[in-house]
C-alpha cells in the first residue's frame, strides 16, 4: 500500500523533479504582455510565470518574437516590458529569476540588424535564439549561420525538429552543429503536441545526441496543461531524464 502510494506519488511529480533538477532554466517562451502572440497582457503574464516557478523552474529567459512584418520589436520594447512584469513578480512575491532575450526570424531583416548590432542576444554568453520557416528551407542558410559566428555569436536553432522538411535529410541536423550551431528542443514535441511525426524527429536527435537545450516555448495555458501532462508519459520522461542537457549553465547559482 505504502509503496503504491510513493510511486503514486513520484509519478505526479515526475516532470516537477525533472524541470526542478536537470533543466532549472527556461530558455524560450513567450511572456511579455501584448508584443507577440504569446501573453496578451501583465495579469496573464504573471499567472504563467508563476505556474512556471511551481512546476519547478528558478529562471526564466523569455523570448518573444522579433520578426519585422509581425511582431516589429526592439531591444527597447522587450526591455521595457521586462522590466514591468519583473516588478509586478516582485510585488506578487515570486522568486523566479526573469531576463528576456528574443527568437529571431532568419530573414533579410534579421541580417540587416546584426550588421547594425541592434540585437538582444541571451545575456551570457552571446547567444542567439533563431528560428527557421516552418514551410521551406532557407536556401542560404549556411550563409546566415555564418553572419552570426563572425560576429562571435552563437545561434541556437529553436525547435529544429518542428521544421518538417529536413525530416527526410536528417544529416542537415548535424551539418548545423557542425558549423557551431546548437540545438533547442521544444520539450511538447515529446509530448506528441506537434503531430507524431515530430515527436519522432524529436526522439531521433534524442537519441543521437544533437540538442543542447530544451525549452517550452510556452505561450498561453493550453501549453502548461499539455507539459503538466508529461508527468503521465513514463517512456518520453525517461528519454528526457537521461539527457544531459545543458540549460543549467544558465543559472548562476549552479
Ligand atoms: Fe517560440
Not at 508584443?35 to 503574464?45: L, M, N, Q
Not at 512575491?93 to 541571451?122: C, M, R, V
Not at 525549452?215 to 544531459?244: A, C, F, I, N
Request: charged residues 25%; hydrophobic residues 35%.
Amino acid at each position: 500500500m505504502f509503496s503504491f502510494f510513493k510511486s503514486k506519488q513520484s509519478k505526479q511529480n515526475r516532470i516537477i523533479e525533472f524541470l526542478s533538477n536537470q533543466v532549472v532554466v527556461d530558455i524560450h517562451s513567450h511572456l511579455l504582455p501584448g508584443i507577440d502572440d504569446g501573453s496578451p497582457d501583465t495579469e496573464t503574464s504573471l499567472f504563467l510565470i508563476e505556474e512556471l516557478q511551481n512546476i519547478g523552474f528558478k529562471k526564466l529567459i523569455t523570448t518573444p518574437h522579433i520578426r519585422m512584418e509581425v511582431y516589429p520589436n526592439t531591444p527597447t520594447i522587450i526591455r521595457e516590458k521586462l522590466a514591468i512584469v519583473k516588478e509586478a513578480a516582485i510585488q506578487k512575491g515570486l522568486k523566479i529569476e526573469l531576463e528576456a532575450s528574443s527568437e529571431y526570424y532568419i530573414d533579410d531583416n534579421f541580417t540587416e540588424l546584426l550588421q547594425n548590432e541592434d540585437i538582444i542576444p541571451f545575456p551570457q554568453p552571446r547567444y542567439i535564439l533563431a528560428e527557421y520557416p516552418m514551410i521551406a528551407p532557407l536556401m542560404n542558410f549556411e550563409q546566415r549561420v555564418f553572419e552570426m559566428t563572425k560576429r562571435g555569436y552563437t545561434p541556437i536553432i529553436a525547435h529544429p525538429e518542428r521544421y518538417r522538411y529536413w525530416h527526410k535529410s536528417p544529416e542537415a541536423f548535424a551539418r548545423l552543429k557542425d558549423l557551431g550551431c546548437l540545438l533547442q528542443l521544444n520539450i511538447l514535441a515529446i509530448e506528441g503536441y506537434y503531430g507524431p511525426d515530430i515527436k519522432d524527429c524529436a526522439k531521433y536527435l534524442l537519441k543521437n545526441n544533437l540538442y543542447d537545450f530544451v525549452g517550452t516555448d510556452l505561450h498561453h495555458e493550453r501549453h502548461l496543461g499539455r507539459l503538466k501532462k508529461l508527468t503521465e508519459m513514463s517512456k518520453e520522461m525517461q528519454l528526457l531524464e537521461k539527457y544531459d542537457f545543458k540549460n543549467k549553465n544558465f543559472f548562476s547559482n549552479s
